[in-house]
């Protein structure tokens, strides 16, 4: 026994092992698993955040630049149409266009340029020109008045045509760019393009202190973005001149590093379609909070999966200790119950053992018993055919053929029994008809000497068939039938009934008489009664009919024994169609 | 009385000189170009633009004759008004040297300039009570166009004629001018800023010539 324990608690503790070992897998591949794709969402959601918010920026640095351009616009297309200003191109007065404009765009000009922060709200105004029909800049008289500029960046402002519509340009002046808006000057009394006015100012420059985002201008091949260090700027503008060559996008963004910080840099066309030089506005986001953040998010991220997986592997200990626990009790009820299971086979197999022998007995004992019994009730017969003897010999020989006779009655019923408990009793069925059946049992009863003065009643349909082989049937009958008559009592009464139920046949024998007391198994086989009975029984008859109309898948049963009245009611299957009209 | 008076007259006759006394006169029509809009009955008109030329609207032409006429020692001043937003009248022609005035009959104020080569001015701005009334004498003909600096849609236009002699047609284009004096002269009739028709006349004292300008 200690040997088979000390097996089993290393089993257990191997299964713990094991149980253990698959949980700690479980949960380390989960929550690896966990770990890479909350990473992957933390970045996901981190860089649609960013993109997010830089849009947001963008677009609110956008809409102030659109509000500065509107209002630039408006004041422009307002000095354009001043009738000095027309008045000076349409009545060949071309002398004092410079002169009525200085008047005009006074307000413009006048002043320091303002602050950075300032542009936006500022139209301050660093130079103006006019071009004239063709589109070349008409010379100022005084250029002092009208913004000087070195002979390459004016050159700049001259268009190969007039434009129709309101330019924007930007032009790069000395380390500086310029915003320039064209604007056409129709004339008032033809209507046609006689001039245009191009205004420089001062470019946005959008920087968000906050984020750090800052924009510049790339125009022709150079890049201003004065926030960014010359050599810094040097080296992303060949980033941006070569993006922006294989861009056809009007915007677009990607990363660079910058002074060896990571950036997001944006880039939009700054003005479509015109006639000015294709520029693009460069804004640069530092990545370096976003990439800080993002490290930091994968920090916890990964902190809280090693606490998960410390968590497991506590939790999974538990698990398997405490899963372990029932698997021990459980090896041991196992092991019980094979010991049981063992004892309660080897039972079976001794009491299957017992019992064939004892059928084997029954049978032996019947076949012993056979042959002798013959021989005798032959002897004794012959004997009382025989003459000259004494009446009380013949009294004496009578009764004992009388007993052996009831002996042989007994050993017949044995040997059936025995061959019912073997097995062996097979039933061949058939229409039994079992109106007719007792009917004959009933003749015969009358016809016995010793029957007692008994009223018999019947109260059957003919023709009444049921499925079963007839020997049996009627011996299940004639069993039931004598058993009414051997107790009944002088002046009683049988009374036989019988009637098709269904799949069924019930037939009902009751009998007055001396009434069987409650609790007693009349149907246990050698049964004796326990009340003295002047009728006399071998104890298996009851045993053998009910055992029969088991066979017959039927049943019998004891119903009423009361108030001298005892029933029994056997039930046969009826035979399938041969009752419907019955 | 009436002889004194009579000779009073002759002695003004006899001041003028012998070629004017010959005097004579031309008449005809000159052929306007269509307007598009109804007849206006009223004696309002406006300088309208069209594709660069400027012109009356109705149309009207002024119709003078051109010639080599000694300069008056003195003329009378003439007048364009600022009225609702208008030159009134619109279109002026007045001899070289004419003072020109401008009242600006607005509860307003005007500004008038001109950046025309033939006279450039700028009256600045100036309301309605504004005393001595802004004035420019012009001294060289041509057309002069006029401007508002506070009202660009206002044009008006001075034509400056190197003769005395010259009239406004109606606006049928029929004209007269007498008191002429007899001579070879060029008949001209201005329809536009660009459009100037002309034909040579011979007058002779006392004739009636009768010219169209087609």
């Given amino acids: 026994m200690s040997a088979a324990g000390a097996t089993r608690n290393k089993e257990v503790a191997s299964f713990r092992t094991r149980l253990f070992t698959a949980i700690m897998l479980i949960v380390a591949t989960l929550t690896a698993l966990g770990f890479y794709l909350a990473q992957r969402r933390v970045a996901a959601d981190a860089e649609r955040n960013l993109q997010q918010t830089f849009q947001t920026e963008l677009s609110s640095m956008h809409k102030l630049e659109e509000l500065r351009h509107a209002a630039l616009a408006d004041r ?110 129709f004339s008032t009394d033809t209507g046609d393009l006689v001039s245009a006015l191009v205004i420089g100012f001062k470019p946005l420059e959008l920087e968000n202190k906050h984020t750090g985002m800052q924009s510049g201008i790339w125009v022709d091949g150079h890049l201003h973005l004065p926030a960014l260090a010359p050599s810094a700027v040097t080296s992303l503008n060949e980033k941006v001149t070569i993006a922006l060559a294989n861009s056809e996008s009007e915007q677009n963004y990607f990363r660079v590093e910058v002074a060896g910080a990571p950036q997001l840099l944006f880039h939009k066309r700054l003005n479509p379609g015109s006639l000015f030089p294709l520029a693009y506005e460069i804004c640069v986001y530092p990545l370096a909070a976003w990439t800080a953040q993002l490290h930091r998010l994968r920090w916890q991220i990964g902190g809280a999966g090693v606490l998960l997986l410390l968590g497991g592997f506590v939790a999974s200990h538990f698990v398997a200790l405490s899963m372990s626990a029932p698997m021990k009790k459980l090896a041991l009820d196992s092991e019980e119950n094979r010991a049981e299971r063992e004892r309660a086979e080897a039972a079976l197999a001794s009491t299957a053992e017992e ?3 004892s059928t084997r007995y029954s049978a032996d004992a019947s076949h012993q018993l056979k042959s002798p019994m013959t021989v005798l009730r032959i002897g004794l017969e012959s004997l009382l055919e025989r003459e000259g003897f004494k009446p009380e010999v013949y009294e004496e020989l009578s009764t004992l053929l009388h007993q052996t006779r009831r002996l042989t009655g007994v050993i017949d019923d044995l040997l059936l029994l025995s061959r019912m408990d073997a097995g062996h009793l097979q039933i061949a069925s058939k229409p039994v008809n079992l109106s007719q059946l007792v009917d004959e049992w009933l003749d015969d009863l009358g016809a016995l000497a010793d029957s007692p003065d008994v009223k018999i009643e019947k109260e059957f ?34 009374r036989v009934s019988a009637h098709g139920n269904g799949s069924e046949v019930v037939l009902t024998i009751g009998n007055t008489g001396r009434t ?56 046969f299957s009826a035979e399938n169609g041969v009752n419907a009209a019955g | 009385m009436r002889g004194l008076g009579l000779l009073s007259l002759s002695a003004i006759l006899s001041a003028i000189p012998a070629s004017l006394l010959a005097s004579g006169a031309v008449e005809g029509r000159v052929e306007l170009p269509k307007s598009r809009s109804a007849p206006v009955q009223a004696k309002r008109y406006e300088i309208v633009t069209k594709a660069g030329v400027l012109s009356t609207q109705p149309p009207l032409a002024v119709v003078y004759l051109d010639g080599n006429f000694p300069r008056p020692a003195s003329l009378p001043t003439k007048e364009v008004a600022q009225k609702d937003l208008t030159f009134v009248p619109a279109l002026l022609p007045i001899e070289v040297g004419t003072k020109v005035e401008f009242p600006n009959l607005d509860d307003q104020y005007h500004n008038i300039f001109s950046y025309s080569p033939v006279k450039r001015f700028d009256l600045g701005r100036y309301r309605p009570e504004e005393r001595p009334i802004p004035s420019v004498t012009f001294d060289q003909p041509g057309l002069v166009t006029l401007r508002c600096d506070i009202h660009e849609h206002m044009r008006g236009l001075i034509l400056v004629l190197n003769t005395p002699y010259f009239v406004m047609t109606d606006t049928a284009g029929r004209f007269r001018l007498d008191k002429l004096p007899a001579g070879h002269y060029t008949l001209k009739a201005w329809v536009d800023s660009r459009t100037t028709r002309e034909k040579p006349i011979d007058l002779k004292g006392g004739e009636t010539l009768h010219v169209d300008l087609p």
């Fill in chain 1, 76 to 185: 422009c297309n307002a000095l354009v149409a001043k009738p000095r200003i027309h008045a000076a191109i349409e009545d060949d007065a071309i002398d004092l266009l410079y002169p009525s404009a200085k008047d005009e765009l006074r307000d413009l000009m006048e002043g320091e340029e303002p602050p950075p922060e300032e542009t936006a709200q500022s139209l301050h105004a660093r130079f103006y020109r006019f071009l004239d029909n063709t589109g070349a800049v008409i010379k100022p008289p005084n250029a002092s008045d009208v913004g000087e500029l070195d002979a390459a960046t004016e050159a700049q402002l001259s268009l190969k045509e007039l434009p129709s519509t309101q330019q924007i340009g930007y032009i790069q002046s000395a380390g500086d760019i310029h915003e320039v808006i064209a604007v056409p000057i």
């Fill in chain 1, 355 to 357: 019992l064939e022998r």
């Fill in chain 1, 461 to 494: 349909p003919r023709g009444l068939f049921v499925a079963g082989e007839k020997r049996y049937t009627s011996l299940i009958v004639q069993n039931l039938l004598e058993n009414a008559r051997k107790y009944n009592r002088a002046g009683g009464r049988i």
């Fill in chain 1, 516 to 571: 069987i007391p409650p609790g007693e198994n009349i149907f246990e086989r050698f049964h004796h009664s326990s009340s003295p009975s002047a009728a006399s029984g071998h104890g298996i008859g009851l045993n053998l009919a009910r055992e029969l109309a088991r066979l017959h898948r039927g049943e019998l049963r004891l119903i009423r024994s009361e108030n001298d009245w005892t029933e029994f009611e056997v039930r």
